[in-house]
């Protein structure tokens, strides 16, 4: 079983285009995430939502947004796409917000535009 | 604000011998210590977490991390590497529920 899921897994697409990434988790976790890993490798907390509610909305261009139907998903649309927008995306989910609790993350999902 | 950092981008270790992944941390508080690691093309794994207590902390796949509050470090160990451990090491701190990352080190483990 999956404990954080993610689609697509890779996701080409041109400039100035509208994508977006779904992300699930199956573990009853009540805080989710969306981080950005760089071609550097760094990585960087996007958003955190906690049962639903937008908790961390860090320095991120608007065109992002991201949405949380439920506790157990939260996606990420994206528009107008740009080439600095090409990394790859990690969804992570963990037991509550408190600063204590581990983070559970999916494969990532690879988005490069062209 | 919080902060952690990697000073080696890169560990090079024969398979056997003892490892070592570095970190140092700077935040007000009580700091909340994490380590992941992340395979090739993999999400992050979490290996272990220092919260309070012992300043010797065990966790998956025989890593182990030592806890230093007058050195602010908590550098990574493992007592003999083994060749599937070679991946990128992520050491993290929390502060008032958001994680930040340093900047990671990869450890290659040579047969």
């Known amino acids: 079983d999956t404990a954080v899921s993610q689609t697509p897994k890779y996701l080409v697409t041109q400039m100035g285009n509208d994508k977006s990434i779904k992300c699930e988790q199956n573990?009853?976790?009540?805080?989710m995430y969306w981080y950005k890993q760089d071609s550097k490798k760094f990585l960087k907390i996007m958003f955190s939502?906690?049962?639903?509610?937008?908790?961390i909305n860090e320095t991120v261009p608007n065109r992002f947004s991201p949405k949380s139907p439920d506790k157990a998903h939260l996606n990420l649309h994206i528009n107008s796409l740009e080439l600095g927008d090409s990394a790859v995306y990690f969804c992570?989910?963990?037991?509550?917000?408190?600063?204590?609790?581990?983070?559970?993350f999916g494969p990532g999902t690879r988005l490069t535009v062209t | 604000a919080q902060s952690v950092a990697q000073p080696e981008d890169q560990v090079n270790v024969a398979e056997g011998n003892p490892l070592t992944v570095k970190c140092t941390y700077s935040?007000?508080?009580?700091?909340?210590l994490f380590w992941y690691v992340q395979y090739p093309n993999r999400g992050l794994q979490f290996l272990l977490k220092?919260?309070?207590?012992?300043?010797l902390v065990k966790g998956s796949y025989g890593f182990e991390a030592e806890f230093n509050k007058s050195q602010t470090s908590f550098h990574l160990k493992k007592p003999s590497a083994l060749v599937s451990d070679s991946a990128l090491y992520f050491c993290?701190?929390?502060?008032?529920?958001?994680?930040?990352f340093g900047s990671g080190t990869q450890l290659t483990v040579l047969p």
């Open positions: 939502y906690n049962n639903k509610e937008l908790i």
């Open positions: 993290a701190v929390t502060f008032g529920g958001q994680l930040t």
């Open positions: 935040v007000s508080g009580n700091p909340y």
């Open positions: 992570a989910s963990s037991q509550d917000r408190g600063s204590s609790y581990e983070q559970y």
């Open positions: 220092y919260i309070t207590g012992d300043n």
């Open positions: 573990l009853g976790h009540d805080t």
